[in-house]
């Protein structure tokens, strides 16, 4: 079998190696625009540029290096009957759990503020707020909202979680679908967006998911840039109805630097490193699914077009 590689960046030759170390049985190669076709059966990649598909034309299956599958999707040469599977957790789902803690505590705790007084040598205790009052939403509880949910029930937080489909999980409030989004949020006092960036989740966070909930609540998105309308969430923090925002992905990346989440206040910037891809364990998914694929037995993490994800 033939396996063609594509990762972006200085990185691509070891994570060619790296791959070809799991897959001895294959001839593993990585993408370049002046090589030869190499009637690839099987293509690993990471945003990929469009000729590689409008080059490689016999590939019966296509492995996405990352957990979301926007930029694969949206690839005008990438044939439609052409299966893709994405990465399921693969080491990132444990990150993202970190970061959802870190952000959800920071912000219950007051952190910020008392970093605030520190820097001006101010002595001064807020009163604490109630975990029983602070419930987290998380929306999507997939590979990593499911293990951002679990992560925040183990910390005593009431627990919410929004989906597609009801998803029952130990100590999480269950709410699926659009009817099942304002009442999710009105008694969210905090959110945390895992969604997939699809047709249906662009832009659901706007001024109207914002003022469903609760006033002075706290907004982290580690799901897609897109799933925010930036204009909606600015407007929301200068009213006050969102007290504050941790951000980790945004529309355009890197994040302008004329933009106005870099300098306010109340924003905290991170530059998509919520979970980042683990190179070996990503691999080492990679080549098991290919192998499956390869003797004909069953795929998990196949990617459904219809629904975006
Ligand atoms: P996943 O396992 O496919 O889970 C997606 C979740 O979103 C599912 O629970 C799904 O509902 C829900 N969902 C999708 N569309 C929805 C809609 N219209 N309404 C309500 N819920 C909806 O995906 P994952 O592995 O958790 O990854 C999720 C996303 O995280 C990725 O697509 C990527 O954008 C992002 N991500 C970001 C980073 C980073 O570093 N920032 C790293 C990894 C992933 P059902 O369960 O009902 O299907």
């Not at 937080?157 to 009801?166: D, E, L, M």
């Not at 003022?211 to 929301?236: C, H, K, Q, W, Y």
Request: charged content about 25%; cysteine-free.
């Amino acid at each position: 079998m033939r396996v063609l590689l594509y990762f972006p960046g200085s990185a691509l030759q070891r994570w060619t190696s790296a791959l070809a170390a799991l897959l001895p049985e294959a001839e593993v190669r990585a993408w370049s625009a002046d090589a030869a076709p190499l009637d690839a059966d099987y293509v690993a990649a990471f945003r990929p540029p469009p000729e590689l598909f409008a080059r490689e034309n016999r590939v019966r299956a296509v492995f996405n290096l990352a957990a979301g599958v926007e930029a694969m999707l949206a690839l005008p040469t990438l044939e439609p009957s052409i299966p893709i599977y994405r990465l399921e957790d693969a080491g990132m789902a444990e990150q993202m759990a970190d970061y959802a803690s870190y952000a959800v505590l920071r912000w219950y705790r007051d952190f910020d503020v008392y970093a605030g007084q520190a820097a001006r040598s101010e002595w001064k205790q807020l009163k604490p707020r109630r975990k029983a009052d602070f419930a987290v939403g998380v929306l999507g509880l997939g590979e990593m909202g499911g293990a951002v949910a679990r992560r925040l029930v183990a910390l005593g937080f009431p627990v919410r979680g929004w989906s597609r489909t009801r998803h029952p999980l130990k100590g999480v409030s269950a709410f699926a679908g659009p009817d099942g989004l304002a009442p999710f949020l009105a008694g969210s006092s905090a959110i945390v967006a895992t969604l997939p960036l699809t047709a249906e989740t662009r832009g659901i966070l706007d001024r109207r998911a914002f003022a469903a909930m609760p006033a002075g609540s706290f907004v982290v998105n580690v799901g897609r840039g897109d799933l925010v309308v930036d204009t909606d969430l600015l407007e929301a923090l200068d009213s006050g109805q969102v007290a504050g925002a941790m951000l980790d992905v945004f529309a355009t990346e890197p994040l302008p630097a004329d933009h106005p989440f870099w300098h306010h206040p109340r924003v905290t910037v991170t530059p998509h490193v919520s979970a980042v891809t683990v190179r070996d364990a990503s691999l080492a998914q990679v080549a098991e699914k290919i192998r499956r694929f390869d003797r004909g037995e069953p795929v998990t993490g196949r990617v459904d077009r219809d629904r975006g994800y």
